[in-house]
């Protein structure tokens, strides 16, 4: 590659055993025998590189290698998006990552067409007969190929990302079934309704996408009982109003007295409960008897 007009650079941190020490200095080693040849290619290695160096590689590079070993890799592409940069991928032979899945196969016979190209086999060889045949090529045709690697590279942006992250929150949000209920009737409004007579109690309930209508359960929770203890009693369906739907329920109390009811909703009839309001926002009305239905506020 050195012989060939090739600048070749190899950004690797040493990491801490006598492996990778040893590579490291066997790289050194061939560079300065490569320097004595006084080819017009040149080999650079460098050790413990900042983020800034590798900025500045990436935007100065044609071709990049990336010869993962097997099962290894991830998204770590996209630490090294030599796309975005106009340049072409080299990947192994073998699926790896979203190495081989970040754009598209290059078309040796159309000149722009792709911006990845893997090597028949994993042998030395193979490799360097791809990357013989990319430095060899006419600068024209190899530019429409970079163009159409920073087109491609776009498949990376952060809006794919985002509409990732968008996509596993709403598979979350209909997997645990987010519902919500309100109650119509202001929290401070004091109600009195006369013995034997009936409270009305009109709810409001959103849903999220994918929980199943039939499944919702709405319901009063109210102390409107003889003997204090709280009750739920159920609410039907009657309407619905844009993206809510209206339940409808009443209360009639056993005896006189003061009394506080709440609402509750379900996404999966009674597995789990959504309450209206926070703790103490319970509404509060009162049953007095031979009196005529009254609201104040």
């Known amino acids: 590659m050195a012989k060939t007009g090739a600048q070749v650079i190899i950004f690797g941190n040493v990491q801490p055993s006598i492996g990778s020490q040893k590579l490291y ?48 890799e991830g998204a770590g592409y996209t630490e090294a998006d030599v796309s975005a940069n106009g340049g072409l991928e080299v990947g192994p032979p073998y699926k790896e990552g979203v190495i081989q899945a970040q754009g598209a196969i290059v078309n040796f016979a159309v000149p722009g067409e792709g911006n990845t190209i893997i090597p028949a086999n994993p042998t030395p060889q193979s490799c360097l007969a791809i990357l013989k ?63 034997g007579e009936n409270l009305p109690v009109t709810a409001k309930v959103s849903l999220s996408d994918g929980v199943p209508l039939e499944e919702v359960l709405v319901q009063i929770w109210t102390n409107a009982t003889e003997d204090g203890n709280w009750i739920p009693v159920n ?13 409808s329920g009443g209360i009639v109390p056993p005896k006189e007295g003061k009394f506080e009811y709440t609402l509750r909703a379900s996404p999966d009839f009674g ?18 008897v031979y009196a005529p239905a009254t609201m104040e506020s």
Request: glycine share 2%; hydrophobic share 40%.
């Open 133 to 195: 045949r990319l430095i060899e090529m006419n600068p024209a045709d190899f530019a429409k190929y970079q163009a159409t690697a920073v087109r491609l590279s776009r498949i990376l942006e952060a809006e794919l990302t985002a509409a990732e992250y968008l996509r596993q929150w709403n598979k979350a949000l209909k997997k645990e079934g987010v519902i919500s209920v309100e109650d119509t009737r202001p929290i401070k409004e004091m109600v009195t309704i006369s013995l």
């Open 235 to 247: 609410m039907h369906l009657t309407e619905k109003e844009v993206d809510k739907y209206v339940y």
């Open 25 to 72: 200095e066997g790289l050194i080693a061939l560079r300065n025998r490569l320097e004595a040849k006084s080819y017009s290619g040149r080999i650079i290695v460098v050790n413990n590189f900042s983020l800034e160096e590798q900025i500045a590689l990436l935007a100065a590079t044609d071709i990049q290698v990336q010869d993962s070993d097997r099962a290894t």
């Open 271 to 288: 597995k789990s409960w959504k309450w209206a309001g926070k703790p103490r926002e319970n509404r509060v009305f009162s049953c007095i």
